[in-house]
């Protein structure tokens, strides 16, 4: 609105807090029709920045201590039926409006507000999903309450994307967080959070973009972020020291907003432009029995692997798996995919290294189900030789991780690192 004015006024800071004082006009004589009125002024730190940049861009400081002396006025003018409320979330700039007016906040009893303990996450999450009919158990509930970091509008976002679906399990969390984050659903609040850290920062947003990015990507070094974003060392030790008086980033070069890094994770951002499907799954804690789920629910043509030793450990010498007509998993059995010839693939993930008696509770597993079937076992870290021979005695194919990232490439998924 600011912005379309900006053509027809001599001095537009002048007509934004004549518009400020109308507004409070108003207000006051709206209280006079209650007994009590209580106004909040919800991230009120919006208000001022937004008016400081448009009507006065090139003397913003200026433009901030005139509007601040404006509300202050305006505030002390209010009748005592009148109670205001102004909230921030950018709890840094309440320091920087002090420089601007003391007397300001002076006026103000200031209160922090701590996001939502885990309880309390749970407990709206809880309310929500019951609102809506969702069924769950308390581990969502926890995960949630961890991945939200205690924020009530990310708790509400993320519950809102799963409306409509009858059982809300960890996976499902998973994929419609990571979904909607890839789709730009979380755009609009993580933009504006990062435009209150522009307001008040000398450095661009390009520069900081950047610099966060290699952050989430896990790079801690000076010297790496230097090299990949290309900005001096020198000035980047000083953006560094800003963002950590800023409370952005931990002293360690951790991000401390919930849900920030994944969704710089999901945006495709300089320096390096495209996302980072994988780190992205790691993040929201996708687990290996998921990805392998999700990588059969996606196997759409015939695929082959051929490579006995360093696919099968020698269990086999070449394996071809068909398109996948439904899977399921997550009991006593990892994965249950059936194909479209009708034969049934049962796997089951060890992050470790097999052993015999893997191999042999496994095969005691399968028994359950008498259709034509192949069995797997994905192993992250090999297998012992007795379980080599006990797969081979059982028709029991050993697969490796290299195996499965082969599979995930064919269906477009990302390599998983263990």
């Given amino acids: 609105m600011l912005r379309s004015y900006y053509p027809y006024f001599n001095s537009p800071l002048d007509d934004s807090l004549e518009m400020l ?15 009590y009125l209580i106004i909040a002024l919800d991230e009120f730190h919006g208000l001022i920045e937004n008016i400081s940049l448009y009507s006065m861009p090139e003397s913003a400081e200026l433009a901030r201590e005139k509007i601040l002396w404006t ?81 009530p509008a990310i708790i509400e976002k993320i519950c809102f994307i799963l409306i409509g679906k009858e059982k809300v399990t960890k996976d499902l969390v998973i994929k419609k967080v990571e979904t909607a984050l890839e789709q730009g659903r979380f ?11 522009v307001d008040y920062m000398r450095w661009s947003r390009p520069t900081l973009i950047k610099i966060l990015r290699c952050i989430a990507e896990g790079y801690k070094r000076t010297k ?20 950590r008086k800023k ?7 951790e991000l401390t907003y919930p849900l920030f890094k994944q969704w710089l994770l999901a945006r495709p951002l300089p320096p390096f432009g495209a996302p980072r499907k994988d780190l992205l799954m790691y993040s929201l804690g996708i687990t290996l029995e998921s990805f392998v789920r999700e990588v059969f629910s996606k196997i759409d043509k015939k695929i082959t692997l051929e490579d006995g030793d360093k696919y099968f450990f020698g269990t086999a010498k070449k394996i071809t798996i068909n398109p996948i007509k439904k899977s ?25 290294k097999i052993s015999e ?4 509770k496994f095969v005691e597993k399968c028994k359950k189900i008498s259709q034509n079937k192949l069995m797997l076992i994905i192993t992250g870290r090999g297998a012992l030789p007795s379980a080599i021979a006990e797969s081979v005695r059982n028709n029991v194919i050993i697969l490796s991780l290299d195996g499965l990232n082969l599979i995930a490439k064919k269906v477009g998924m990302p390599k998983i690192r263990l």
């Fill in 357 to 360: 008696k893997d191999i042999k």
């Fill in 21 to 35: 004082k109308q507004a409070f006009d108003l207000i006051r004589k709206i209280s006079h029709e209650f007994e």
């Fill in 328 to 352: 399921s998993g997550g009991g006593d059995l990892d994965l249950i995919a059936e194909e479209i010839t009708g034969r049934i693939i049962i796997a089951e993930i060890k992050s470790g």
């Fill in 187 to 197: 755009d609009e609040f993580f933009y504006s959070y990062i435009n209150f850290i």
């Fill in 247 to 253: 409370k952005i980033i931990t002293r360690d070069n």
């Fill in 71 to 151: 509300i202050r006025d305006e505030l002390q003018r209010s009748s005592e039926n009148m109670l205001w409320i102004l909230s921030t979330s950018a709890g840094f700039l309440v320091e920087e409006y002090s420089k601007a007016d003391k007397a300001f906040l002076e006026l103000l009893k200031k209160m922090k507000i701590s996001p939502l303990s885990k309880e309390h996450s749970m407990e709206l999450t809880e309310k929500i999903f019951s609102k809506y009919d969702l069924q769950y158990d308390k581990s969502i509930l926890e995960y949630i309450a961890t991945l939200s970091g205690g924020v």
């Fill in 224 to 243: 790496d972020i230097s090299k990949l974003s290309k900005i001096k060392p020198s000035t980047l030790a000083n953006i560094l020291s800003d963002l």
